[in-house]
């Protein structure tokens, strides 16, 4: 099955422009990349060989979940940057309040999820505890939980900031958090079946 890259158009001040088009190809790249991945898997994947220590196989599988992950990252961290309304909806809000107490003690804790991440700060619905989580990756495949439903995704890579902040991850944390798309978000939390 072949992936197609999302089309997002810049509306956010949360970066500049070229540093968004650049951004852009670097998704692009992860799209190219699982459908490489896959069309390998298709075609030649040699089973036989497969091994934990190293093989074909095991390559190709490594590459598959680090791939995918970073394009549904990607395309969430898109779709939930850029909003105008400057505070959660109601369903978000309560999942938030449910967990932290707060949106101050949330955003406190996203903070520093962010600060202390190297790749991913992810809100998300814990289906196993029934609570909300911010959740450190430092990987697209590391700190994944397998339950975890992802409400809102703060790209924490470097690539991320580093060409608009450089090392001043702060700033660009409370500018992402500043400009999050709050529809996108609430629009993701009703999806869940929660009271």
Same mark, same amino acid.
């Given at each position: ?10 509306g ?12 852009? @190809? $670097? ?11 896959? =069309?390998?898997?298709? !075609?030649?994947? &040699?089973? /036989? ?18 791939s995918?992950d ?11 940057m ?11 809000? @309560? $999942? ?11 955003? =406190?804790?996203?903070? !520093?999820?962010? &600060?202390? /991440? ?27 939980l397998?339950?975890a ?13 580093y ?7 702060s ?17 993701r ?5 929660v009271d």
């Amino acid at each position: 099955m072949t992936i197609n890259p999302k089309e997002f158009t810049y509306g956010t001040p949360v970066v500049s422009k070229r540093f968004f088009d650049e951004h852009i @190809k $670097l998704y692009k790249g992860y799209v190219e990349k699982i459908n490489q991945v896959r =069309e390998e898997l298709c !075609a030649d994947p &040699k089973y /036989a060989d497969a091994n934990s220590a190293w093989s074909h196989f095991r390559g190709l599988k490594k590459g598959e979940t680090y791939s995918m992950d970073g394009v549904i990252l990607h395309e969430l961290y898109f779709q939930n940057m850029g909003g105008r309304k400057q505070e959660p909806g109601p369903r978000t809000a @309560k $999942l938030i309040t449910a967990a932290f107490g707060s949106f101050d003690n949330w955003a =406190e804790d996203m903070t !520093a999820c962010g &600060k202390a /991440a190297r790749g991913w700060a992810v809100f998300a619905y814990e289906q196993r505890s029934r609570c909300a989580a911010n959740i450190l990756q430092d990987a697209h495949d590391d700190g994944v939980l397998w339950t975890a439903y992802p409400l809102l995704a703060m790209d924490m890579y470097e690539h991320a900031y580093y060409g608009d902040y450089g090392t001043d991850k702060s700033k660009y944390i409370a500018k992402f958090l500043e400009n999050v798309n709050w529809d996108v978000v609430e629009s993701r939390a009703s999806r869940l079946f929660v009271d």
